[in-house]
């Protein structure tokens, strides 16, 4: 018998924009990460490649279980490195996904 795991899986979505939007992402757009290392954009829509260079670091910490002392159990934003778009992002627990072992990347 394979040893299972259980990840969540999660939601990146535009929370708000500080600045002016050069990247043509809006407020409320997101994209979905599931079974460790699926990631889903919403059919028409897209992911600026720096708001997501800016996130990916932290996606696999925020899908294993935190410590209440962890600070990713207390903070869930992130902001893409363009100074004048101030795009925030807001990282979101949507489920969890249980799978062998052997199967994660």
């Not at 990146?12 to 050069?22: A, L, T, Y």
């Not at 897209?46 to 932290?58: E, K, M, R, T």
Request: proline share 7%.
């Amino acid at each position: 018998m394979s040893k299972q795991t259980r990840l969540h899986d999660l939601r990146v979505v535009v929370d708000r924009i500080e600045g002016r939007s050069v990247c043509g992402m809006a407020v409320g757009d997101s994209f979905d990460l599931t079974c460790s290392s699926r990631l889903s954009i919403p059919e028409g829509k897209h992911v600026c490649l720096y708001a997501l260079a800016a996130v990916l670091p932290l996606l696999p910490a925020m899908q294993r279980p935190l410590e209440d002392g962890d600070w990713l159990a207390h903070e869930n934003e992130v902001a893409c490195p363009d100074p004048q778009e101030r795009l925030i992002m807001r990282i979101e627990r949507t489920g969890t996904s249980t799978m062998p072992m052997e199967d994660l990347t």
